[in-house]
């Protein structure tokens, strides 16, 4: 015995739409964005110092970061963004004058062929515009 579908009941099947796939697609881009995003952050290339293995941590995604990177020629970038010494400054000063709890660590990270004296530049203008929470970056051996 065959069943007959009329006309209707068949147009009535094929209008729903499926957004399992839609939704598959929304989570994986979702995973890639929070994945990236991080990695974002890190766009200048340098070579770091090395360090022993276990030294420093990743970057907790919980935890708000600014990156500070110093260039082999001493060029200084907040992320991605090139900035002069007067602009990190500035930079400084508005992290300063937020609530301390709310403050980003600045993490350093400055080529390995630099002269030390360039680091300790930057370090003790984060801490004369009242910056406390600081790291060095390194790769590991």
């Given amino acids: 015995m ?70 082999a020629d001493g060029a200084l970038s907040i992320g991605n963004r090139a900035v002069t010494r007067q602009q990190l400054e500035v930079e400084f000063a508005q992290i300063a004058a937020l609530p301390e709890a709310d403050q980003p660590i600045v993490r350093v990270r400055g080529d390995g062929g630099l002269t030390y004296q360039k680091v300790i530049d930057v370090l003790s203008l984060a801490k004369a515009k009242g910056l406390t929470k600081a790291a060095l970056d390194s790769e590991i051996r």
């Fill in 2 to 71: 065959a069943r007959s579908f009329s006309k209707q009941s068949r147009l009535h099947v094929m209008s729903e739409l499926n957004v399992t796939p839609m939704l598959d697609l929304c989570f994986c881009l979702l995973i890639i964005f929070m994945i990236a995003t991080p990695v974002l952050e890190q766009t200048t290339a340098i070579n770091l110092p090395k360090s022993d293995k276990g030294v420093g941590k990743a970057a907790d995604s919980k935890v708000q970061y600014r990156f500070v990177t110093i260039a």
